[in-house]
């Protein structure tokens, strides 16, 4: 009970944001949003609510948000025109099926940015969207989390019924033979699709299902409505996946567009709050961190201890990653100076030198975790180079042991009053940028 009061008051606060709402809106109704945050953010609730939002998802979220207003502003979706409506008109697509399958790309949109194959659902009752659903076998460990399949569930959920007769479903992929079955399983009247697929299409490429007499059910089914678009998606998935295959490792090059709109997110969510802007910037090579405000104007400077191994991304490299990130999550606000940190949890411990000197060989994390995340997609994010998988925090370090020097593991290492100074000074996702320099 007071686990769901809290996640409503969390939800609030998340949608108080223009930005997130405008996401949460393109996923779903706010019944459906909560039940569809919930799984994301349940397990990243923080007991005083000052981590908001950090949940990878989240920052997806805004991120997709920040995309659709680039997107609308563009205006360069290929729509079906009218006049092309109208001259096929044994195949009539109606504005509500565009509409709907608008809503089944903004689908796909989330499956992407968990970085599955983007192919989206959304199931249609009565006029109203009911169910929604992304593909997420990977992510899901579930080889039946089609998007189809995940909307089909949602929506018997919402209906509290395993049949959901009357319905349409709109996929941006022609389904598989299973999701055809699923299909004929929830006696859903008509399927509506984007893009063909000619290796496992069951609606009439490889087989029709559908059309398959000696089954029991059938749906009425139509390809093509907003094809060009969710086949383009899918091509540029793939076209990106098999670029970021051929670099072993992390790439030297980085996705320039991809950063500034997160951050850009990122910006906007932190004034939403009310937050005052803040950036923190380390160099490497000087050892320092330093926090600015707006205007880059310098207001602290810190010494850091970051990476022996120097600056890389790699997971297992043991090297402090470059480029923009932001501060994912704070911990420890309410821990005492030297409080002891493990995986993240504070073990009720207080560092002393005599403790120190009992475990030589421990990787001391004291006082409070600033944990980051990268926001440049294939350099410092997702992947094999994913700083917040990585554990990359900003944390104190035993002060009797502090040089101005390149010592930790991959982590920026501070001294404990400094950090608590740059703690209660930052905002979660206070923008962090790591040069080399
Ligand atoms: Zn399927």
């Known amino acids: 009970m007071q686990k769901a009061a809290k996640m409503d008051r969390q939800f609030n606060l998340i949608t108080s944001s223009q930005d997130t709402c405008q996401a949460i809106m393109a996923i779903s109704k706010p019944d459906a949003a909560v039940l569809q945050l919930k799984q994301y953010w349940l397990d990243d609730l923080h007991k005083n609510g000052t981590v908001l939002l950090t949940h990878p998802y989240a920052i997806d979220l805004a991120l997709l948000a920040a995309n659709q207003r680039v997107a609308r502003n563009s205006r360069q979706h290929p729509e079906f025109s009218p006049l092309e409506q109208s001259k096929t008109p044994m195949n009539p697509i109606s504005d509500d099926d565009i509409r709907h399958m608008r809503a089944a790309i903004e689908q796909a949109e989330l499956a992407r940015v968990a970085g599955e194959v983007p192919v989206g659902a959304v199931l249609v009752m009565d006029g109203e969207i009911v169910g929604r659903g992304y593909n997420q076998p990977i992510s899901a460990n579930d080889p039946t989390a089609h998007a189809e399949v995940m909307a089909l569930r949602d929506a018997g959920l919402h209906q509290t019924n395993y049949r959901l007769p009357g319905s349409t479903l709109y996929v941006t992929l022609e389904p598989c033979v299973m999701c055809c079955g699923a299909i004929m399983h929830a006696r859903v009247e008509r399927v509506v699709f984007g893009a063909r697929d000619p290796k496992t299409g069951a609606a009439g490429s490889v087989i029709d299902l559908f059309a398959e007499a000696r089954l029991n059910h059938h749906a009425e089914s139509m390809g093509g409505v907003l094809a060009e678009e969710c086949g383009a998606m899918l091509s540029r998935f793939f076209a990106d996946r098999r670029a970021k295959a051929k670099l072993a490792g992390c790439s030297e090059e980085r996705t320039a567009s991809s950063s500034p709109v997160l951050l850009d997110a990122v910006r906007k969510l932190t004034t939403s709050y009310g937050l005052r802007a803040m950036k923190i910037r380390i160099s490497l090579a000087k050892q320092i961190l330093e926090l600015l405000d707006d205007n ?82 294939g350099f410092n994010r997702l992947g094999n180079c994913d700083t917040m998988r990585r554990y990359i925090y900003i944390h104190g370090t035993p002060d009797e042991g502090f040089e101005q020097a390149p010592r930790s593991h991959g982590c920026i290492r501070m001294r404990n009053t400094d950090l608590v100074e740059l703690f209660d000074a930052v905002p979660p996702y206070t923008p962090v940028e790591i040069v080399a320099a």
């Open 296 to 377: 880059d104007a310098v207001l602290r400077r810190y010494p850091v201890s970051t990476a022996a191994n120097g600056p890389g991304e790699t997971t297992g490299s043991f090297q402090t990653p470059r480029g923009q990130h932001i501060v994912r999550a704070k911990i420890g606000g309410d821990q005492p100076l030297n409080a002891v940190f493990k995986a993240r949890r504070a073990t009720g411990e207080i560092y002393t030198p005599e403790l120190g000197e009992t475990q030589p060989e421990r990787d001391w994390i004291l006082s409070r975790i600033l944990w980051l995340s990268g926001a440049e997609p």
